[in-house]
C-alpha cells in the first residue's frame, strides 16, 4: 500500500513520521506474519472459497492458522501436517505441487523427500460448518506422527496441511479421533488440503 502522507485529510508531520519509521525498524526479524495459502478439496480439486491457511517456519519448527468451511456439523475433524523435509527430491508432483501422495511411503513412496506424518489439531464442528485449527511443530518433534522424523528442515521442507473427517463418534470415541488418525464412522475421509511450498 502506498503512503500518500496524510491521514483524514491532514499532513503528517516529520516527529509523525519519524516515530513510525523507528517503530517499523525496532521490531524484531521473528515478528514474521507468516505465508498464506488457499484451501482445496480432494474430490476435485475446487478451492474452499474464503479459506485459507498461514504458516511460519524458522529453525525452532512450524506454526500454522488454518480456516475453512464446509464441514458437515457434529463430524470430528482433524488436521495433519504432511512434510516432505527434501522436497527437491520429490518425483511424483500433483498438478502444480512438486510433491504429491505418490512420494509418500503408504503410497509405494521410496521416500528419498524424507517424508512425515504428523499431527497438528482437532475438534467436534459446530452448526456453523466453520472451523479454525492452530498448532505449532518443533523441529525434531515426532510425539504426534505416524511415521518419519517429523519436522527436520523446517526452512525448506513443503507442508502440505490435510484435514480429516472423522465422521459422527461416540463422546468415548471422539477424545480418541480428536488426537489420532482413527476411529472412524463410518468412515474416514480427507476433506482438504492446504499446501505450502517453500
Known sequence: MAMTGRITGKPLGGAFLAALFALVLAMPASADTGVRSN??????????????????????????????????????????????????????????LRCGPGDLPPFGG?????????????????????????????????????????????????????VRDHGILTPQQRAEGIHNFGPCNPTCVNLQFSPHEQ
Not at 524458522?58 to 468451511?69: F, P, R, V
Request: aromatic fraction near 10%; glycine fraction near 12%; charge should be negative.
Open 39 to 96: 484451501v482445496y478439496r480432494f474430490s476435485d480439486g475446487s478451492q474452499v472459497i474464503g479459506a485459507f491457511s498461514i504458516l511460519s517456519t524458522s529453525d525452532a519448527g512450524a506454526e500454522m492458522t488454518l480456516s475453512t468451511s464446509g464441514l458437515t456439523a457434529g463430524h470430528t475433524v482433524n488436521v495433519w501436517w504432511v512434510i516432505f523435509n527434501e522436497p527437491q527430491n520429490c518425483t511424483h508432483p500433483e498438478g502444480p
Open 110 to 162: 521410496n521416500d528419498s523427500a524424507v517424508t512425515s506424518f504428523v499431527y497438528a489439531a482437532g475438534h467436534q464442528i459446530g452448526d456453523s460448518g466453520q472451523a479454525t485449527f492452530s498448532a505449532r511443530l518443533a523441529t525434531g518433534d515426532t510425539s504426534g506422527a505416524l511415521w518419519g522424523p517429523g519436522l527436520i528442515n523446517p526452512t525448506g521442507a513443503d507442508i502440505h496441511l490435510v
